[in-house]
């Protein structure tokens, strides 16, 4: 049986109830249900809002170096403090929190296993007390920009197509994996109606992405699966450490979970979120898509145009 | 007169606390209104995301007669914001002319929600307004294309 390549990442419930009081640990929420925090959390966690606190207000993109030791300082995180994320959905927003506190260097970082749901399903106590801690001495170090792709790394990774080039093959030893629902890679859901903001004008995917949803990579409860099973899901869809690896999704928090999973506990040492993900991609004049639904379409239709017309005189 | 006022009154109450929002909103989406599927309905319509993020579907049916709301109602999955606020939009709108529920704007909603603790989520506040909005709008084409056919 194997081992994750780095466990320390990732804790149990019962490590973060050992761990409460320890002045070295900060325990973080993390989650898209941005009232759970108040509706109760664990006692003496902070709340991160992956919205608010993390997003610059203007332009896509997270806050700067300035404004993220302001936010860690205010939270009374120090370089040496161990932060521990936890959240709902699986933990989707505590790794995407985790990828973007590693993206300005933080290096103690940990994601409790099973999150929120984990947690209140072993009864341990919620609270709803606010603490406030001193506000520590903060500075962003070491940035770590090669966790990050951006469109034009995108294009470049899938060797610079023409966007009308009938056949994209990935370069060698680069893979692309698209962790959203099959519906959304085979161009079937797009974004509902009058709910533009976070949805894209066309379905597909990025050629070349492999379909591989998140959610293969958690068991039921939350929790992450085991290395073996890991290991089997991705390499049998040809994914493995040699390669250089992009992951993408909707707007970048599912493929943070799977950039977790690869390089956090199995130690792939070259894999990148591109959090602009589908609602760039999808919204970006003349980039390659292929979108299985519309080629269905397009062939059925064709088909009918075939057949012999029939009719009464 | 006083089926207006009542109706503004839904939502939470303007001197609210903070707290007294979040723990109106978390009773909302805990014991949501007009909750479930409507059959028979006249327009049935899909809001959000799905795979990642909330999703709102609207039952809305007609009262011709009146051009106004026969009954409404939802289903959904999301976040505590977004199902709260369909519960309470919902309560609002069951009996309304359709007229208002065209007229009504993002502002109304984040108000009757409570606009400090829902402002930074407006998306997730108005989700179900945009399904209604959208339910009431295919009902007007239905109406032209009857209208059309004789």
């Given at each position: 049986m194997s081992r994750y390549a780095n466990p320390d990442v990732l804790v149990e419930t019962e490590w973060v109830a050992d761990h409460l009081a320890d002045p070295k640990v900060r325990v973080v929420e993390s989650d898209e249900d941005v009232l759970l925090y108040d509706a109760g959390h664990i006692p003496g966690a902070v709340k991160v809002d992956w919205h608010a606190d993390l997003n610059d207000p203007r332009i896509r993109d997270y806050v700067d170096a300035f404004g993220f030791a302001q936010l860690l300082s205010r939270l009374g995180i120090g370089t040496d403090t161990t932060v521990v994320f936890y959240g709902d959905k699986s933990n989707w927003w505590a790794c995407y929190a985790y990828w973007v506190f590693r993206l300005?260097?933080?290096?103690?970082?940990?994601?409790?296993?099973?999150?929120?749901?984990?947690?209140?399903?072993?009864?341990?106590?919620?609270?709803r007390e606010v603490p406030h801690y001193e506000p520590a001495r903060y500075s962003v170090r070491t940035r770590h920009p090669e966790i990050r792709a951006f469109r034009d790394d995108v294009l470049l990774h899938i060797g610079s197509p023409s966007p009308r080039q009938p056949e994209i093959r990935l370069p060698r030893k680069h893979a692309l994996v698209d962790v959203r629902s099959p519906g959304e890679f085979s161009g079937e859901l797009l974004h509902m109606p009058d709910y533009p903001q976070e949805g894209s004008l066309r379905g597909g995917h990025i050629p070349g992405a492999v379909s591989i949803p998140w959610s293969k990579?958690?068991?039921?409860?939350?929790?992450?699966?085991?290395?073996?099973?890991?290991?089997?899901?991705?390499?049998?869809?040809?994914?493995?450490p040699e390669?250089?690896?992009?992951?993408?999704?909707?707007?970048?928090?599912?493929?943070?979970?799977?950039?977790?999973?690869?390089?956090?506990?199995?130690?792939?040492?070259?894999?990148r979120n591109y959090d602009g993900s589908w609602t760039e991609w999808g919204n970006v004049v003349g980039l390659p898509i292929e979108n299985p639904s519309v080629e269905r379409a397009t062939r059925a239709a064709a088909q009918a145009a075939q057949r012999p017309q029939t009719g009464t005189m | 007169m006083a089926e207006a006022c009542h109706r503004e009154r839904l939502g939470v109450a303007p001197q609210?606390?903070?707290?007294?929002?979040?723990?109106?909103?978390?009773?909302?989406?805990?014991?949501?209104?007009?909750?479930?599927?409507?059959?028979?309905?006249?327009?049935?319509?899909?809001?959000?995301?799905?795979?990642?993020?909330?999703?709102?579907?609207?039952?809305?049916?007609?009262?011709?007669?009146?051009?106004?709301?026969?009954?409404?109602?939802?289903?959904g999955e999301g976040c505590t914001i977004s199902q709260a606020a369909a519960s309470v939009l919902m309560e609002r709108v069951q009996g309304s002319p359709l007229g208002e529920i065209e007229a009504m704007d993002a502002n109304e909603m984040m108000e009757a929600l409570g606009r400090e603790v829902v402002a930074s989520r407006p998306r997730c506040a108005t989700l179900a307004l945009s399904a209604l909005k959208g339910a009431v709008k295919a009902h007007r084409s239905q109406q032209l294309r009857r209208g059309a056919a004789g």
């Open positions: 300005f260097g933080h290096t103690r970082l940990k994601v409790m296993n099973g999150g929120r749901r984990k947690w209140t399903d072993e009864k341990r106590p919620l609270n990579a958690v068991n039921d409860d939350g929790t992450f699966r085991s290395a073996d099973e890991i290991k089997a899901l991705y390499e049998g869809q040809g994914i493995n390669q250089d690896i992009i992951t993408y999704c909707r707007i970048g928090e599912r493929s943070s979970l799977t950039w977790f999973v690869l390089q956090e506990l199995m130690g792939y040492p070259n894999v | 609210a606390t903070r707290q007294e929002i979040i723990d109106f909103l978390l009773d909302q989406a805990a014991s949501p209104s007009h909750h479930g599927k409507l059959e028979p309905c006249d327009v049935t319509m899909v809001a959000g995301n799905p795979g990642c993020g909330d999703v709102i579907t609207v039952y809305l049916r007609v009262d011709a007669a009146r051009d106004a709301v026969a009954r409404a109602s939802f289903v």
